[in-house]
């Protein structure tokens, strides 16, 4: 009776494993096809050569870009993006960064809704970005 218990335990382990693996998959597979639908993907050289003509997002939170950011990047967390999306320039490319690319996926699908047509992510996210940065001084 008690090896049946555990047994059936385990199986539900198991099952619920699974099921969270698939969900995570899934998630990870959508957010590829929507990075691949309304961005461009850039690497750190190409995101370098090209933020001296463009508008460069920093979608993480206040708090995150005070603490470091790209040099020339301005901050515009993503819960804020619909209020000062005014600031926004149409016809210049929007480069979006966050930590890695969840923010910056989410905010590219959001602008090209807005109409907006060049957008670029950055490959890796901050996380990974080894160009120059600046810190706040507050």
């Known amino acids: 009776m008690v090896v ?18 698939i969900i995570w998959l899934g998630s990870a597979g959508l957010n590829r096809w929507r990075r691949k639908k309304y961005a461009t993907m850039l690497d750190q050289e190409a995101f370098q050569k090209g933020s001296h003509r463009a ?4 979608v993480r939170s206040k708090e995150d870009f005070d603490k470091g950011h790209i040099l020339g990047a301005r901050s515009m967390p993503l819960a804020y993006m619909k209020q000062q999306m005014g600031d926004l320039r149409a016809d210049l490319p929007i480069y979006l960064y966050d930590q890695g690319m969840t923010l910056s996926t989410q905010a590219a699908v959001w602008l090209a809704k807005q ?18 940065t600046k810190k706040s001084k507050y």
């Open 55 to 58: 508008q460069v997002l920093d």
């Open 115 to 132: 109409g907006y047509k060049q957008l670029y992510i950055l490959d890796g996210g901050y996380s990974k970005w080894t160009g120059k």
């Open 4 to 21: 049946a218990s555990v047994s059936s335990g385990l199986l539900m382990f198991d099952a619920v494993i699974i099921i969270i693996l």
